[in-house]
């Protein structure tokens, strides 16, 4: 037998032990001490955002459309979970906070190296810098910009959730193999419960979106469904 899949068995069981202990019961949900944290849940996660900045390219999309509508069959999907848990939270009394990809210059001149790089400016208006319907906050909602792919390193949400006493953090939003993953890392090592929602949270493809669970399911965060969650709060 192949060494390295005696060693993959190995490490599954390994983490399966250590996930017994960090994450053996589901995060205490508590209106007062627990947090909704939607990551960059805004248009530019959606197919309309990728086929119409194609076309703004002068690309030919047809050839595309395959891909892009399993893309968009597949956020649409996620963005239905995170409605639920939106309007489940608001009705339960647990705080929503948004946070998106987002400059504050018209000329996003404030945008971080990495984004940059990569050409991701989401200056106020631009398109993708807006949140989607499914999860757009109401007035009196904390609302945060980024320009960078961490929120803890690209905001103040830790000092603001330290304020309002949060010691559990329930995390939906995009891409789970990104902005998502970096922030429940984060979340974690500055000693938050954290609750990652895994049919809540999506990445483009679903190849990218089983690999990064497979870093950070219960070993950074507990792991619940859609359906899961809203039994718990519906309990409270």
Request: charged share 25%; with cysteine; net charge negative.
């Amino acid at each position: 037998m192949d060494n390295n899949k005696i060693l993959d068995e190995f490490v599954r069981n390994y983490y399966a032990q250590l996930a017994g202990g960090v994450y053996g019961n589901p995060v205490p949900l508590d209106p007062k001490t627990t947090a909704l944290v939607l990551i960059d849940v805004q248009e530019c996660v959606t197919e309309e955002y990728f086929v119409e900045g194609y076309k703004a390219m002068g690309i030919d999309v047809e050839p595309l459309m395959p891909a892009l509508d399993q893309l968009g069959e597949n956020t649409n999907k996620v963005l239905a979970n995170i409605e639920k848990i939106l309007n489940k939270c608001r009705e339960k009394g647990i705080k929503p906070i948004h946070v998106k990809l987002g400059s504050y210059l018209p000329d996003a001149a404030d945008t971080g190296r990495l984004h940059t790089e990569a050409g991701m400016f989401y200056p106020p208006g631009a398109p993708g810098s807006d949140f989607v319907k499914e999860a757009m906050p109401l007035e009196g909602e904390i609302v945060l910009n980024k320009t960078c792919s961490g929120c803890v390193v690209g905001t103040n949400i830790d000092r603001i959730m330290r304020n309002l006493h949060i010691d559990s953090v329930l995390v939906v939003g995009f891409y789970t193999d990104q902005c998502v993953s970096t922030a429940i890392r984060d979340f974690r090592d500055l000693g938050y419960n954290v609750d990652m929602i895994e049919d809540a949270i999506g990445a483009m493809s679903q190849e990218r979106h089983e690999k990064a669970l497979q870093g950070i399911q219960r070993i950074y965060a507990n792991s619940e469904t859609t359906e899961q969650l809203l039994a718990r709060l519906e309990a409270l």
